[in-house]
């Protein structure tokens, strides 16, 4: 949060409509999704957004422990966001912030929503994810991930969750900033994540000075980008039915 | 005993009302219950507030305090917020370390304040790289009756616009001395809502919240930026409900202002 | 504990008898009750002892968790006393300390004497104090605050609990010191808690040098005052029942 | 297994017996049990004690630690006494942090020697407002029969007695090198009282410990001050119990304090 | 879904396996399973790989940090050894602070790395007491399937081969560049035995742990020391057993060698 | 571990093959054995090893709290080594650090081998040992101490437990390096324990650099001097039930 902002002059998005890293204001990063990767858990996901690494695991429905935190209605979903200590430019305490906290809560009652949690009453579904490498972006690659475990583990959802972090940097609205955006010294950052048929929104949080104005032109971008992302993590569960899940040769990941 | 009162049954009240047009206490869906604020409410803090939004009651008191300044801004001091919900407040708040619950609500009135860029960090430099001024604005719940979001918001800037500076002698604060009220160049205020079957109403009672679907939480200042979102809860919001809720929290903003 | 002492020329009480905020050496700060301010409480109340502020809330009888802490004989008091982060000169550690958790251990035994919990096995009376601001004597503050809140919850009690600190300072023994006066370098500090109509001491602790002369004067003192404290208490009782609760538009304080 | 041992039928039996005007051991009711002292029991300690009191063993170790002073202290050093009540001592203790009732523990035994003023903190400065002593005080628990209290502040008097104050060299401690024994003015004792039934009674054992209805410790020095008050327990005490019970530890001590 | 195999129905077929001289995969009793070596998997890192042992999976970064060096080494670094057993490897690992298993795991680790002087720590000085670099390993395991004691081994040894040294300007980091890798004049390796029935069996996948009664660990170096053992478990080895552990580590870790 | 090495010129054997304490390489420093020490536990020792000094106590087999720790097959053995504050050179945190929980995870396996667990299902064998003074060697002299704590207790054993740390200083082996020993720049600490009737090995650590050779030497020496520990140990037991424990005028060691 108190991050270094880089000098006001600096141009985010050039003439030619072109970022820094030759994206356009409305271009998301390479994402790679690897399904399967964990054999040990009934569902897991590696994915790779930019530099971000993820990798989320699910286990459940299974008992939930202790016995008062269960729900006789339905099942309690537990999503725990963590980084490892080398996945950040300064080494990260081992120990979860209140920042760890607060991601795997609102991304908790985002899966409340996506899962049908009313079938399984009396149990938990844990979903773990771990970031392993960083590049601004994290909670949205790390729900986008654990959709994909969480479909993997057979648990049935209304529908995958899909997101992006929209965001404002220069004066402009440019779609899944990475770390240099981030610090822009007027930054906006708008994570969000939405069920992709119903465009409900699941997860929106923001900060930064924004005009309303701004918000609409933003969530007009958003919409349309998670729309991609959505195909991808689709694709990625499909592949695994296709082709048998190779060993990690490549390290894990689906080029 | 509170604590014994069925919620199923006030909950089923609550969707009544409101799938009937109404709310249980014949408030709008875009209207506050009223707000009474009191200011320095504790000698030792060098700034503090008690806001009531009816009768959900908090209090919060500002330090400001010499620290090491963070690597990354070596010129510029910083802001902590804190919470606290204090077992007095509720019969179902524990005491102990913070729980996901007040580290969101703290992170939530953080961003809205932060964001804003409504204080000039770089004023509270002392000496670059080794000394710079924190404020430490720590919240307290007294009586939970609902949105102890925005009653939070509220009184920490009511806290930090009566906050004042500590005097330095040596670089070690004289106790009791000061050298006038620290500056804020807005006032960012937070709106909360609540999603109740298919409506969405504003500064939600406890019988709301215990009723609602999803919460979505809108800092706004008054020059009508957006400084933080928050969605929280099970449920979800369409993309014209939290277009609207913006537009009601900087209609209902501007009133509130008035009463700071 | 290890607070700075004042010069050792200080006089604390003059030739008139009077000490340096104008009181005698029996005159306890003036003090402010009011009954029934945590709504959602089943007891509550807020009282000012010249700069000290505190409120307490009372929850029970209610079931007592974890259940093999309950007795099958009687109520177990859990009282807690904690400082509000900016309620001193400088900034508290919000995690209670040692002193917090020895205050709230002989409060909670002073509880455990006043109340019948007899009448209510297997079950918990909780009694939450927050000190809000302070200025010397906030155990005591605390404590007689709690009382009239546990009162308030209905909670069957064999009498009040009152209190008041007594001490030395500058070789006087005086009741009810300020923080200046507790920074004399020969000060002494005796915490004392009585049921006023039976005289039981339900809490007593002291520190400093003191002999036993000076021991039986102090005595006498704080019984004394504690009568004062005693009749407070009372008529912040009567007056809930007698008018109604107005909201805080004076801070919660009754004039 | 002593876990297995009936206390309830104990507790009558104490009860009883302190009706008739006796205790289960034979002793007055002033009546200490045998103290037995044993010094520098850890070369590795700057000074350290075991103390029993009938079959109730304590042992205590001092480590004379350079520190920052406080800043309301800046010329003067400091103490930090830490009780551990092992689950070697009893079934009944556990591992872990520091519970109530050895912080308790700590607290009391601390006050009676700091307030005591018998250790002066100014000789314990170094250089001001940066570097100072600090005498670390840790008791154990070795086996619990009653009044671990005056055990604790027995033992913790004796190892003071015997501390060694480490050489400096360059503002750091030379390992296994001294300069004396540091100077302690007073000896102050604690003296801890039961109430059982109508009846107050010196240094309980255990089955009295179980017993009683509330507890009084007063620690009290060879010049007939006292310097710390502890009334502890759900019970109460009368003002003339207390006021006896101060006698009776002035008049115990000046037997106890020839033993050190 | 896994966690719901029957483990005693397994341990059987180990076991009834084991004592007919065969392993449930068919390997021999001293081979490993298949090794799999990808480096410099994180970007952030200064170093880190990811090492599978059959379908164990274990993750490993090092971060180069500056810190003040311990009194005892004014004018030496040091290393920094945690592991964290994440949930995602295992039903029944549980997220938390480091339980007993993690941290034995982290500290045999650390000992076959430390113990071996593969690295010169005086090299890591920038500063005499004050200032020196520390090499923060931390290991995450990604899936269990048995022996993670030599994947995280083998990890972070292969994660030490790739670190780069950040520059310092005016002893603080510059990011993201850096003066080349640090040095390592040995390459430890790990060696972990399972004692099933009679038998001692290298590189013992889950099923053959459960069925386990102990464990032996040896660190080698490739110029032929030990420079670790640990021996685990309810069990117990012969001194015979002990012996041709480090036989059959000394061979097969020339193997493993060639793949780093 | 990051202790303080030894200039390298150091003779840590002379040419007569006496140690600078004066012992041979074959040699253990004195030990002292007394039995029952702690009245309220079910057993105890208290050892003395050279200047180690250890006190263990054991409570069980009892009742396995909480309740799903316990096993229906065995007793749980939980053996906790933990070092006074002042019982090393510099003072100890008194949190337990790694290094206790390492020693006591494997300490507790040792005993698991020890004790005929399976007599004494669904309960627990508490062993606690705490380090009073130390140089060298204290876990294999609270695991010694233990040993005979828990026959005291009467829990029936496949044999005593019985160690010695063996190692190597100046390039020779020797046996019960002391402190300073220890601190050779080629030290290897070799911390060993056996079943001595079967000699089975229930405890074995090393660090250090030590070929297969020197591990053999080692070994062989460790064999020999634990048969010195292990009478030791017997005759303490024997002297308790030969005549009546004496109260501690000695500081309670039987010389």
């Known amino acids: 949060m108190a991050a270094k902002k880089k000098e006001e002059k600096t141009e985010f998005v050039n003439k030619q409509g072109k970022r820094l890293d030759g994206r356009t204001t409305d271009q998301v990063r390479p994402i790679k999704i690897q399904v399967g990767v964990v054999p040990r858990a009934d569902g897991s996901c590696y994915l790779e957004w930019g530099q971000n690494k993820v990798i989320a695991a699910v286990y459940g429905p299974r008992e939930c422990l202790p016995k008062h935190t269960a729900s006789p209605y339905k099942a309690v979903v537990r999503y725990s966001y963590r980084m490892a200590t080398f996945s950040v430019p300064d080494r990260k305490n081992p120990k979860p912030g209140r920042r760890d906290i607060e991601i795997s809560k609102v991304s908790s009652e985002a899966f409340e929503r996506a899962i049908f949690t009313e079938r399984f009453p009396n149990t938990a579904i844990d979903i773990f994810v771990e970031v392993l490498d960083s590049n601004a972006g994290t909670r949205i690659a790390a729900l986008t991930c654990a959709a994909v475990a969480v479909a993997d583990a057979g648990i049935p959802m209304r529908d995958l969750i899909s997101g992006v972090a929209v965001g404002k940097a220069g004066g402009k609205i440019i779609v899944d900033m990475n770390k240099f955006e981030e610090d822009a010294p007027d930054a906006v950052d708008i994570p969000m994540a939405i069920l992709p048929n119903t465009e409900e929104i699941v997860l929106l949080q923001m900060d930064g000075l924004l005009s309303k104005k701004e918000w609409l032109e933003a969530r007009g971008k958003a919409f349309e980008a998670i729309k991609q992302v959505y195909e991808l993590q689709k694709q990625a569960l499909l592949k695994k039915y296709e082709q048998p899940v190779e060993a990690a040769e490549n390290g894990g990941v689906v080029q | ?260």
């Open chain 2, 1 to 260: 005993m509170s604590s014994l009162v069925s919620w199923d049954f006030r909950t089923d009240k609550v969707l009544q009302a409101i799938r009937e047009g109404k709310r249980l206490d014949a408030r709008a869906f875009d209207q506050y219950r009223k707000i009474n604020i009191v200011k320095n409410i504790s000698e030792n803090a060098d700034g503090s507030a008690r806001v009531k939004i009816g009768e959900t009651d908090v209090i919060v008191g500002v330090k400001m305090i010499t620290s090491t300044p963070f690597p990354d801004s070596p010129d510029a001091g910083t802001l902590n917020v804190g919470v606290e919900l204090l077992p007095i407040a509720s019969p179902t708040f524990e005491a102990g370390p913070p729980d996901k619950e007040s580290i969101e609500l703290a992170r939530v009135v953080d961003r809205g304040i932060r964001e804003s860029k409504c204080l000039d960090f770089k004023e509270w430099s002392i000496e670059e790289g080794t000394l710079c001024w924190t404020a430490f604005v720590d919240i307290y719940a007294l009586n939970h009756d609902g949105n102890l979001f925005d009653a939070a918001a509220l009184a920490s800037i009511v806290s930090l616009l009566e906050t004042k500076m500590p005097k330095l002698e040596d670089k070690k604060i004289v106790k009791g001395e000061y050298k006038g009220k620290i500056k804020l160049s807005r006032k960012p205020l937070l709106c909360t809502f609540a999603k109740i079957a298919n409506s969405v109403v504003a500064d939600p009672s406890l019988p709301e919240e215990k009723a609602q679907s999803a919460r979505f939480s809108v800092a706004v200042t008054e020059d009508d930026y957006l400084t933080a979102f928050q969605k929280g809860g099970l449920g979800s919001f369409t993309a014209s409900e939290i277009d609207s809720a913006i537009d009601i929290a900087l209609k209902n903003t501007k009133e509130i202002r008035k009463q700071i």
